[in-house]
């Protein structure tokens, strides 16, 4: 039978019942939009140094795009209502390791491949113990946050490290197309892989049916350890790669450098529209979220309010963005 | 509060009191409701007498469960009036509703499994029973086990709720509800749906208990179940769309008068589409054989085989390990012991995923917890387990079905072969499961496995709390696939519903299967005969 005509049949079959949308569903897909438009006409009004390429390029940007690859890998395993909360410490250890075996093998641009591939090993651990001896993930991964961040310290022995390689620091700070930093493009590049990911292939299918129902996905064949690991390994790659990055750009490395990018990168999956109810939302969405939180701390560096106040205000944003985002026909009690 | 001023007046005392009343227990006059735009009743009107029992029947949708939630205070009527014993009320509430003697007993057992019998029936409650802040678990116990023997119900309440059977559950919801209804003359009991996933047994029980308790209450029994219906009530009314359709006096009418005022058409004599059962040949091929088939403590030693389009029902008690039966079958709670062969090919019976790839097929019992993924749209619903095969996706000259891409487009047409096949009533394609109606979700689940192609098919009660039509649309599909040669386990609680459609039937007691019965066309086992070998 011809395909337009079936499918044409099936929509004569399609009774007149209009979906109903409710006012949750508009917030959380214009939400993001409406917020950063007012965000950026406010500090465009406040401040006449916000809107200018110069900002909106050099310091929205490049410094989001740290935030952007941390979040898109918190995205997957939020998506199956599960959560990696060792980022922060797996960007500390990968960019110690990048920086470690720059400085003292000279392995150049070679290192930041290594910390990808370490990152992405950690990952697969925390995947593995997750699905494998079905422990919760927040708190595997709450675990692996300290065992990686202490790792690190013994390695560094708690200081930085430095090094001198003009290469690798190209790789984040070089501008190959026009003059846009390279940092941010590999976010984008990173960006479409994961929104490609999410929509092409099974696992990102299975990463929604998994948020949604694992039961479901379990009876309807899917063999759910081996995507739930996968979620985990995605994570720990990109956080392998946002370690790397961020220990080109500063030509240096320290444990503690991911510090505080936990909190961000919820409020910007959660603002983005993946609920911690999972099956919702995805890394496409994720963009929003990184936008308003770069927007945000930008602005407010702007127009001088102290970081302080700053972290005050990143706390409020993370919980109104949870309780907006809730989907509460799926739970009724929250523990 | 409730269970202390009743105090120590029993239940039998208070029927005296009862006796004589001239107006109606129960009097619905004339009420409507619609949500936004949708009538869910219109002018629908009902009396319920003093120790009647007053069936309520109708399709999905009809406004059954309408007319329980503005009973129960759980909406309130747009038009008309509620009026108990003759003078109107409002409702305010289920709390509400019980002080004014109406209880619900509903269709999903709302039971706290680590608490005890007692603490269930009181939960609710449990601020009554202390004195400064410490409860008085005694008295609550006493109070219980006085309520349920005055019930004539059975039940070991100071065990954990967890440990019970589906009966007893049942059993203690009945229970619960004339607890929280008893300090009024003649409660009235809202059983919705109270047969679902109840074995013979526990319908028997159940009926036993209403047909002695209606001298002390009123019933008002919902059900599917039209036999039941017909068994339990004094008068029927028929829902259909909102309205009141007919009214029937239980002792005069049958099954197919329900069913034509509920449908608007004949359907009865060709519910089953037995005329189109095919005999199986012994020369056919064996689609699906299990050897041995072990589950500790469920299923002992289980063996048949089940060849190309046939349908093999199997029944049982609760208990018998027939539900556990299925899931070993297909790898999802896999055997401790025993082989199952697909195609003549052995089969690693642990993982459902690798038995999908053999042509195995699994609809659950539970379609929502288990066979749907509810605020997914239907597409992708239908779709899942076929994801990752090149029946979705991009073909790309080799490198997209390598990398198993997904194609949306493939993807909507198979929702869209799907809808036409099955006769899936949706507003989109697209659409949230979750708004779907009961019978047009599990459409969906079959969905899922005709679309994967699936030739081997268990199902556990494929028409499990879908209304009359949907129920004959899903025989009409499964009659279809016998036709194609698609193999069926038909794991039933509903006997008429095994006989109709097997053409064997396996019987299961305390975990092994001990006959199969020959079912075919004109020669069927008769209820009496297969539950004589269930128990």
């Known amino acids: 039978m011809a395909d337009g005509t079936l499918l044409d049949r099936a929509g004569a079959r399609l009774t007149k019942i209009r979906a109903e949308r409710t006012p949750q569903d508009w917030v959380i897909d214009l939400g993001p939009f409406v917020l950063l438009f007012l965000l950026v006409i406010a500090f465009s009004i406040a401040s006449p140094n916000f809107f200018t390429v110069s900002n909106l390029v050099d310091n929205v940007l490049r410094n989001s795009t740290i935030l952007l690859l941390v979040s898109l890998a918190g995205t997957f395993p939020i998506l199956q209502q599960s959560i990696d909360l060792s980022i922060e410490s797996m960007v500390g250890i990968t960019g110690v390791i990048a920086a470690m075996l720059i400085s003292d093998y000279q392995l150049g641009v070679l290192a930041l491949l290594v910390a990808v591939i370490a990152g992405t090993v950690f990952g697969a651990l925390n995947g593995i113990v997750f699905a494998k001896l079905k422990i919760p993930s927040f708190l595997v991964t709450l675990g692996s946050l300290s065992i990686l961040s202490g790792s690190a310290l013994l390695l560094t022995g708690g200081t930085s490290v430095p090094y001198r390689d003009p290469s690798v620091r190209w790789v984040s700070t070089g501008e190959l197309i026009f003059s846009i930093p390279n940092i941010v493009i590999w976010g984008l590049l990173f960006y479409l892989l994961m929104t490609f990911i999410a929509f092409k292939t099974p696992f990102g299918r299975y990463c929604y049916a998994l948020g949604e129902n694992e039961e479901v996905a379990d009876l309807s064949g899917v063999r759910v350890d081996r995507y739930k690991i996968g979620a985990f390994v995605v994570s720990g790659l990109l956080c392998g790669v946002a370690g790397a990055l961020l220990a080109a750009r500063t030509s240096s490395a320290s444990p503690g450098m991911g510090t505080g990018l936990l909190l961000q990168s919820i409020a910007a999956i959660v603002m983005g529209g993946t609920a911690l109810t999972g099956g919702v939302g995805g890394p496409h969405r994720t963009l929003l979220g990184v936008l308003v939180i770069g927007v945000l701390a930008n602005g407010m560096n702007l127009v001088g309010i102290q970081s302080f106040v700053q972290e005050i205000v990143l706390g409020f944003v993370v919980i109104i963005a949870v309780a907006m985002s809730m989907d509460r026909r799926k739970i009724d009690i929250v523990k | 509060m409730i269970g202390t001023i009743s105090g120590d007046r029993s239940l039998s005392e208070r029927d005296e009191d009862a006796a004589d009343t001239a107006a109606p227990r129960l009097e619905i006059e004339s009420i409507s409701k619609s949500f936004r735009s949708v009538d869910a009743l219109s002018d629908v009107s009902i009396a319920i007498e003093t120790g009647e029992v007053v069936g309520l029947v109708g399709e999905n949708g009809a406004g059954k469960s309408t007319l329980l939630k503005l009973l129960t205070g759980i909406h309130r009527p747009d038009s008309g009036r509620i009026v108990l014993n003759g003078s109107p009320v409002q409702i305010d509430g289920p709390r509400d509703a019980a002080h004014r003697g109406i209880a619900i007993v509903k269709q999903e057992q709302d039971v706290v499994p680590n608490l005890t019998g007692y603490e269930n029936l009181y939960l609710d409650q449990i601020p009554d029973f202390t004195r400064f802040g410490i409860v008085n678990t005694d008295r609550m116990r006493s109070r219980a086990e006085q309520v349920i023997e005055e019930l004539g119900i059975e039940l070991d309440l100071a065990a954990p709720v967890s440990s019970y059977s589906f009966t007893e559950r049942q059993m203690l919801e009945v229970s619960k509800a004339f607890s929280e209804s008893i300090d009024t003359d003649h409660p009235i009991i ?99 054989r299990a050897d041995g088939l072990t589950v500790a403590g469920d299923v002992d030693d289980v063996s048949f085989s089940v060849r190309d389009g046939e349908i093999f029902g199997i029944v049982g008690v609760e208990g018998c390990g027939k539900n556990t039966l299925g899931r070993a079958l297909c790898g999802v709670d896999p055997p401790d012991g025993g082989t199952v062969h697909v195609h003549g090919d052995p089969v690693d019976p642990t993982s459902l995923g690798r038995m999908v790839e053999t042509g195995m097929g699994y609809v659950p019992k539970d379609r929502k917890a288990e066979g749907l993924l509810l605020y997914q749209p239907l597409t992708m619903n239908v779709s899942l387990p076929s994801i990752g095969t090149e029946r979705t996706s991009h073909s790309l000259g080799g490198v997209g079905s390598l990398l198993s891409l997904i194609d949306g487009g493939k993807e909507r047409e198979m929702a869209a072969e799907s809808v036409e096949q099955l006769d899936i009533k949706t507003p989109r394609l697209d659409s949230l499961v979750y708004q779907l109606s009961g019978g047009n979700q599990q459409k969906v689940v079959l969905a899922k496995w005709l679309q994967r192609q699936s030739d081997v098919l268990v199902m556990d009660n494929v028409t499990r709390g879908i209304d009359v039509a949907a129920k004959e649309e899903v025989y009409r599909v499964c009659r279809e696939l016998a036709e194609d040669g698609v193999s069926m386990v038909f794991i039933g609680d509903e006997l008429p519903e095994v006989i109709g459609m097997s053409n064997r039937i396996g019987v299961m007691k305390k975990g092994r299967l001990v006959d199969a019965v020959d079912a075919p066309v004109g020669d069927k086992p008769t209820e009496e005969a297969l539950i004589e070998m269930m128990i």
Do not use: C, W
Not at chain 2, 204 to 229: G, K, Q
């Open chain 2, 190 to 288: 809202l059983l919705d749906e109270p047969t679902a996933g109840l074995d013979e047994d526990g319908r028997e029980l159940l009926f036993n208990r209403i047909d002695e308790l209606r001298e002390r209450a009123s019933f008002v029994f919902v059900s599917h179940e039209l036999d039941e219906v017909l068994e339990v009530s004094d008068r029927i009314y028929v829902l259909k769309d909102g309205s009141l359709v007919d009214e029937f006096d239980a002792a005069t009418a049958d099954e197919s008068m329900l069913q034509r005022a509920m449908v608007g058409r004949e359907t009865a004599d060709e519910y089953y589409r037995t005329s189109r059962q095919p005999s199986i040949p012994s020369t056919a091929d064996v689609a699906l």
